[in-house]
């Protein structure tokens, strides 16, 4: 019989897993009370050694990126006082990220940077120099997690009687984000710096413009500091979930973060942030999508588990509370542990609790349950067991989900990465789902596999200088 006519089937190609690494300049982020564990690091989060370890061992597992959280207040809301916050290091002591940077892009050659900056507290002047500086010190690497901020606390430390309601930070963040665009993308022509020794001329004053922004929030007259960095414009993060959020993303960014309990949850997220790409004229595979996960892993499964049952006992539920009540805006001292509790929205976040609802939504969570839910690694899943286990569950959250990879957060620093370097990078390379080497490049190259600069119809690229103006300049 002939079956020249009738070709074997083809695999469909699965798509790689792609790993951030989530963490924070500080001793406890995202597992409270975990910094008790005997082999956790994070106390040494002031010695530049304990972030180059961390920076080489993630670079030798080809991740993305190391992915740096940030805010700019202390958590609070807990029994109004930072009592608790401060007792359990609940993510104070902190210092600055975007410091982080040059140490960790020195001792690497590829592995990528995502800052986060609450656009709300820092003007956009200063702001485009500093990062501009790290994208040229980092050859290219540089990323921006774009955020409006959530803690009052914050607000109340820079002169504001409280933050700005959650759709108003969005209003400022659309100004602002056409400011710093401006700074980057419109003040400097590539080849204003022409470095001329013979007629003693660095940079072609014609070829540097004032972009002279006046706007509703911010008087911006002048030019930028800086001469293009090799990006111009930062990789763009961004995590909002609220409805305002997503359309937020769905103009600027090139990334996104979720952070979901289910697949369901995790799923209606990806889905809606695909489907409002369409709608702002982008296409749907533009934005990659990373979604948190905690991974504790080992050789065997009842090794797997004995470590997870080992973490659990370090959860800390008075540092999760003031954990939860930070990032909603419910003061959950004011509930019985056992007392059940409700989605309330509030100006702080919209997500935390309506995600732990939407992922049981026959479920009432009590203050204990969900305390002890975010107690280890956040709001994402948990994932637990051998290799060939791990590999499983990566492959069917990122396949039905329709997610692109993972912002991994940690147990025990650097515990936790450490065994996911070596454990479960080389399960997943070996079924063909990770990649062997990096591309090389910038870091906007190496995350979308096109060029160092911000696309061409991307908004960033679209805005435009007042010829008028630039002309009276």
Same mark, same amino acid.
């Given at each position: 019989? =002939?079956?020249?006519?009738?070709?074997?089937?083809?695999?469909?190609?699965?798509?790689?897993?792609?790993?951030?690494?989530?963490?924070?300049?500080?001793?406890?982020?995202?597992?409270?009370? &975990? $910094?008790?564990?005997?082999?956790?690091?994070?106390?040494?989060?002031?010695?530049? @050694?304990? $972030?180059?370890?961390?920076?080489?061992?993630?670079?030798?597992?080809?991740?993305?990126?190391?992915?740096?959280?940030?805010?700019?207040?202390?958590?609070?809301?807990?029994?109004?006082?930072?009592?608790?916050?401060?007792?359990?290091?609940?993510?104070?002591?902190?210092?600055?990220?975007?410091?982080?940077?040059?140490?960790?892009?020195?001792?690497?050659?590829?592995?990528?940077?995502?800052?986060?900056?609450?656009?709300?507290?820092?003007?956009?002047?200063?702001?485009?120099?500093?990062?501009?500086?790290?994208?040229?010190?980092?050859?290219?690497?540089?990323?921006?997690?774009?955020?409006?901020?959530?803690?009052?606390?914050?607000?109340?430390?820079?002169? #504001?009687?409280?933050?700005?309601?959650?759709?108003?930070?969005?209003?400022?963040?659309?100004?602002?984000?056409?400011?710093?665009?401006?700074? $980057?993308?419109?003040? $400097?022509? =590539?080849?204003?710096?022409?470095?001329?020794?013979?007629? @003693?001329?660095?940079?072609?004053?014609?070829?540097?413009?004032?972009?002279?922004?006046?706007?509703?929030?911010?008087?911006?007259?002048?030019?930028?500091?800086?001469? +293009?960095?090799?990006?111009?414009?930062?990789?763009?993060?961004?995590?909002?979930?609220?409805?305002?959020?997503?359309?937020?993303?769905?103009?600027?960014?090139?990334?996104?973060?979720?952070?979901?309990?289910?697949?369901?949850?995790?799923?209606?997220?990806?889905?809606?942030?695909?489907?409002?790409?369409?709608?702002?004229?982008?296409?749907?595979?533009?934005?990659?999508?990373?979604?948190?996960?905690?991974?504790?892993?080992? +050789?065997?499964?009842?090794?797997?588990?004995?470590?997870?049952?080992?973490?659990?006992?370090?959860?800390?539920? =008075?540092?999760? &509370?003031?954990?939860?009540?930070?990032?909603?805006?419910? =003061?959950?001292?004011?509930?019985?542990?056992?007392?059940?509790?409700?989605?309330?929205?509030?100006?702080?976040?919209?997500?935390?609790?309506?995600?732990?609802?939407?992922?049981?939504?026959?479920?009432?969570?009590?203050?204990?349950?969900?305390?002890?839910?975010? @107690?280890?690694?956040?709001?994402?899943?948990?994932?637990?067991?051998?290799?060939?286990?791990?590999?499983?569950?990566?492959?069917?959250?990122?396949?039905?989900?329709?997610?692109?990879?993972?912002?991994?957060?940690?147990?025990?620093?650097?515990?936790?990465?450490?065994?996911?370097?070596?454990?479960?990078?080389?399960?997943?390379?070996?079924?063909?789902?990770?990649?062997?080497?990096?591309?090389?490049?910038?870091?906007?190259?190496? #995350?979308?596999?096109? @060029?160092?600069?911000?696309?061409?119809?991307?908004?960033?690229?679209?805005?435009?200088?007042?010829?008028?103006?630039?002309?009276?300049?």
């Amino acid at each position: 019989m =002939d079956n020249s006519m009738n070709p074997p089937a083809v695999a469909p190609v699965r798509k790689p897993i792609r790993f951030n690494a989530f963490q924070m300049n500080t001793v406890g982020h995202q597992s409270p009370g &975990l $910094w008790t564990h005997p082999r956790d690091s994070s106390h040494r989060y002031t010695e530049p @050694g304990h $972030w180059i370890e961390l920076a080489q061992l993630l670079e030798a597992g080809l991740f993305d990126a190391i992915f740096l959280a940030d805010v700019l207040g202390v958590y609070d809301v807990y029994q109004d006082s930072s009592d608790s916050a401060l007792r359990h290091a609940v993510q104070i002591p902190l210092n600055d990220p975007l410091a982080l940077v040059p140490l960790m892009a020195q001792a690497t050659r590829h592995l990528g940077f995502g800052v986060t900056a609450a656009l709300s507290y820092e003007h956009p002047y200063p702001f485009a120099r500093r990062m501009s500086t790290l994208d040229h010190l980092s050859g290219g690497r540089i990323g921006w997690n774009i955020v409006t901020g959530y803690l009052d606390s914050a607000a109340r430390n820079l002169g #504001l009687s409280q933050q700005l309601a959650h759709d108003a930070r969005y209003d400022l963040a659309d100004e602002y984000m056409d400011v710093v665009y401006k700074l $980057w993308e419109k003040s $400097w022509d =590539d080849d204003a710096v022409v470095n001329d020794k013979q007629r @003693g001329v660095y940079t072609e004053p014609s070829r540097v413009h004032a972009i002279n922004h006046h706007g509703r929030h911010f008087q911006v007259p002048g030019i930028h500091l800086c001469a +293009p960095s090799p990006q111009r414009t930062p990789f763009l993060y961004q995590a909002g979930t609220s409805p305002r959020g997503v359309a937020f993303a769905a103009r600027h960014a090139e990334a996104s973060f979720v952070s979901g309990p289910s697949i369901a949850v995790v799923k209606a997220a990806v889905d809606a942030s695909r489907a409002a790409l369409l709608a702002a004229g982008r296409s749907p595979d533009e934005l990659l999508i990373y979604a948190q996960a905690l991974i504790v892993t080992a +050789p065997t499964a009842g090794q797997a588990h004995a470590k997870y049952r080992e973490y659990q006992s370090h959860v800390d539920l =008075d540092a999760a &509370l003031a954990l939860l009540s930070g990032w909603t805006g419910v =003061d959950f001292s004011r509930f019985a542990l056992d007392a059940t509790i409700e989605f309330i929205e509030t100006e702080a976040g919209r997500s935390a609790l309506a995600s732990l609802s939407a992922a049981d939504p026959g479920r009432r969570w009590s203050v204990r349950e969900a305390a002890q839910f975010i @107690g280890l690694g956040g709001r994402g899943p948990v994932l637990v067991g051998d290799p060939s286990q791990i590999a499983d569950q990566l492959e069917h959250w990122l396949d039905a989900t329709g997610i692109d990879g993972f912002n991994l957060t940690f147990a025990v620093a650097h515990d936790s990465m450490r065994d996911v370097v070596q454990l479960i990078v080389p399960e997943l390379q070996q079924r063909g789902r990770y990649r062997t080497e990096y591309a090389g490049g910038s870091l906007r190259q190496q #995350l979308l596999g096109a @060029g160092a600069r911000l696309a061409p119809h991307h908004a960033g690229r679209q805005v435009r200088l007042d010829a008028a103006l630039q002309s009276a300049a």
